[in-house]
């Protein structure tokens, strides 16, 4: 383009980020004041003098430019746009004049309106006459060169470049063109902002270096830049680089005009006549000539339709013609005989009408109708005559009255939207750690696994099938240590909570077998100490087992093939044993069984092998039981109640009623303060003991929910349901009674398949890492962490 083309005038990288371009000097600590997020436009409080007020100069090196200028114009090197223009690329002439220092045809680009050439107006350079018009100018408006200059005419490239030649009639102008460009210093393009919300930087710039993001201040330099700033009103922030930008008043007038719903140009109008491009005439040609469809000569069914609806109606007599109206005349006008029998006057039916009254007049406007005039009153031969009513300024004054002492009720109108409804929940990552992904699956088992159970260390992991097998497996690598043949399906595996003892209770049917699953990975010690005390029975002394506990359950020593497969002792019941759990000191345990009636709860101590029936009554079925983990209580649900006993007082300490239809499950909080409960109809409802009226009602599956279960250490619970999917919450719980608990989801799990409509059975937390343990009908253990 021969330095003819004009540069855009943008702000040069030296005024926004100083002197040094390359070294970003923005504050590190971005979000170190308030704790807030410095990428929200809105809430930054930084004020940028340097670019407030700041006037947009030419890029790059406007002194090199100057000197250039002043240099070209003592050669005589002036050229206007538009004979530019015209120049033919055969026809371009060097233009470099004299060469200094060895710079060949370096031309810059000369503003047609620059002040600077204010000064010069009377000087001519030379190769151009008075007139403006150039010596060598033919009469066409061209200018020829010589074919010497043409030749020789050579011109240089970029700095990178500085010393190659190119020949100017092979040479592309455009191709370093860079007009249209903006010179945008953040080149994220179209991704929104926002995005970089989390992060210190906002962008990057040409080479690829991170933008950091302004300091815009704390809440007390906002105030003092809003009472010191005069230009404070009508300074906007600019959301790409996040500096301050002060609004021209032609801005101003623009947004003025558009919050006052009018056209942002006063020069537009918008009622200007309109014009008719298209004309109103209908076309009497046909848009195209292609011949009519094959369809359009079959009868249409629709109007076969029609015909066929209209044929019935006749039949019926809906729609008459003007014979049939012939006829009806005629039978309206035939006589027939009153005194006649009746089989005649049935089918008599145009009777005669009654005769209609006559029209009110023009004096029943003012005269009321006869039932309502007292016999002292008169009718009116005339308005005039009419009298004033006599009461009407008493009935004015007492309508004014009751308006005046009436009551008046300012109502406010309450604008709310949608999203200002929901509760404002933290992101899933702020409420970490939970878990998130599939570890480990442990397969062996062939049928469904209805219970799972973790060691108190959290090493082993115990499950129960309906194949007749207990297994025992080592967490850390998934293997099976052991396998337990008890010869019926296993309904609950549970272990002793107690750290001397290495035992596990199953229950089959209507026995619960104590089990020494001893393997070589367990301390011999600790496996010695609990076979010495399962050796022999404890001395009963003077103690009667009662009558109606002897026959509900029996404790009673395994043989020496049963010793062997591992198991230490065994209780036999009198009716199907359904679930087992421990107190939190390993002595005392509950079994439960649903169908024993008023013996469905029974408690039993390991170290006296002594059993005893806590209820004589119980009202309702039992469902499952829990013992509170630090007070003697004691935790029972039947079908839609949940029933919580004292037993060091031994009595009902509260009843409440659960909103569900079956409870399938339930679940004690660590802290002893809530508990949760969950339902066949797919509800898992959370309580609080000191406030049970209102419950929290938690609708996440759409199947029967089958195992809750709250962790040990960290804020978690899970619960699981058929549908397959398992729903990791947070729940935190707050000293304070009159806040609420704090119940976020936070993860859906899904891996398990179905079978037999069932899926995931029951959960299990590792008693020290957030790890979840999912049993299922799959016949699979998986591990999620």
Known sequence: MNGKRKREKVTPASKVFGDNVEQMNFPSNVNAID?????????????????????????????????????SKQNGEVYDSEETDSINEDDIEDVSGDEEEGVEGEVDSLDGDDDDDDDDEDYVPKGINEDGDSDDETEDGKVEYSDDETKGAEIETSEGEKGKKIDKKNFDEYAADSSDEEDLRNTIGDVPVKWYDEYPHMGYDLDAKQILKPNRGDTLD????????????????????????????????????????????????????????????????????????????????????????????????????????????????????????????????????????????????????????????????????????????????????????????????????????????????????????????????????????????????????????????????GRCLRSFDVGEAVKCVTWNPSNNLFLLAVVIANKVLFMNPETYLVESQLVDQTNAVFTEPPDQGDYIQPERVRTAVTWKQPT????????????EFFRTVKQLVWHKQGDYFATMIPEGDHRSVIMHQLSRWRSQLPFKKLKGRAQYIEFHPK????????????????????????????????????????????????GYDRKVVWFEMEYTARPLMLRYHKEAVRSVVYHRKYPLFATASDEGRVIVSHGMVYDDYLKDPFLVPVKELRGHSKFQDLCVLSLAWHPYEPFLFTGGADATIRLWH
């Open 35 to 71: 704790d807030g997020d410095s990428s929200d436009p809105d809430e930054s409080d930084v004020e940028d003098d340097e670019v407030e007020g700041h006037h947009f100069e030419e890029e790059g090196g406007n002194e090199d430019a100057e000197d250039e200028k002043h240099e």
């Open 560 to 571: 020496r093939e049963e010793w062997s497969k591992g198991i230490r002792i065994v209780l």
């Open 222 to 477: 906002e105030l003092l830049n809003r009472m010191e700033n005069p230009d404070y009103n009508r300074t906007v922030i600019d959301k790409q680089t996040l500096q301050d930008v002060r609004l021209s008043d032609n801005d101003l007038e623009v947004v003025k005009r558009l919050m006052s719903n009018r056209v942002p140009d006063p020069k537009y109008d918008m009622y200007q006549p309109w014009i008719d491009h298209f004309t109103h005439e209908v076309m009497e040609m046909p848009l195209s000539g292609r011949p009519e469809h094959k369809r359009s000569f079959i009868p249409s069914k629709a109007e076969a339709q029609y015909v066929e609806r209209r044929a019935k109606m006749i039949r019926r007599g809906l729609i008459t013609y003007s014979h049939h109206k012939k006829k009806r005349e005629e039978r309206r006008l035939k006589h027939f005989d009153l005194w006649a029998e009746h089989e005649q006057l049935r089918r008599v039916h145009d009777r005669l009408p009654a005769p209609k009254p006559t029209l009110p007049g023009h004096a029943d406007s003012y005269n009321p109708p006869p039932e309502y005039i007292n016999e002292e009153d008169t009718r009116y031969k005339s308005v005039r005559l009419v009298p004033a009513y006599t009461k009407a300024f008493k009935d004015q004054h007492t309508r004014c009255l009751d308006l005046y002492i009436a009551p008046r009720q300012k109502v406010m109108r309450v604008t709310v939207k949608s999203r200002d409804l929901l509760p404002v929940l933290p992101k899933p990552r702020d409420l970490q750690p939970f878990p998130k992904w599939e570890g480990i699956i442990f397969k062996g088992h062939r049928s469904i696994i209805r219970t799972i159970s973790v060691h108190p260390k959290g090493k082993y992991l115990a499950s129960g099938s309906d194949d007749h097998t207990v297994r025992i497996w080592e967490v850390g690598t």
């Open 631 to 678: 007070l003697p209580f004691l935790y029972v649900a039947t079908q839609q109640q949940v029933r919580v006993y004292d037993l060091m007082k031994q009595h009902l300490l509260k009843k409440v009623k659960v909103p569900c239809k079956w409870i399938s499950c339930l679940a004690i909080h660590p802290g002893g303060d809530h508990f949760l409960v969950g």
